[in-house]
């Protein structure tokens, strides 16, 4: 979005910001409430400035970006540990089958 806050605001600047507001209520920034009002905020929001009212007292939107992709990519470090014990066990009772 601008820096500027006065400047009128086009829709893909309310779409972001919908999106953003998605992602927060996932994490349980916000309530359902919390998020329906805000949405209707943004909808009828003109100006980047109304649009950054909104959002104000939430995490940059990198910020929770970055905590989803710590996340993640914990979730493929543990699963490619379990297929890899998985592994090791399938050929460890193979090897004592051939013993």
């Known amino acids: 979005m601008s820096t500027e806050h006065g400047l009128r605001a ?8 919908v999106e953003q507001l998605q992602r927060h209520a996932a994490a349980g920034r916000l309530s359902l409430d919390e998020y ?9 929001a003109r ?10 007292d939430l995490p940059l939107d990198s910020m929770v970006d970055a905590a989803l992709d710590h996340r993640e990519s914990a979730r493929q470090l543990i699963v490619a540990l379990l297929v890899a014990l998985l592994v ?11 013993r």
């Open 10 to 17: 086009p829709d893909d600047d309310r779409d972001r910001l």
């Open 88 to 98: 090791l066990a399938v050929l460890g009772a193979a090897v004592a089958a051939f």
């Open 47 to 56: 100006t980047h400035g109304e649009l950054a009212a909104v959002v104000h």
């Open 36 to 44: 329906a009002e805000r949405v209707d905020r943004v909808l009828v």
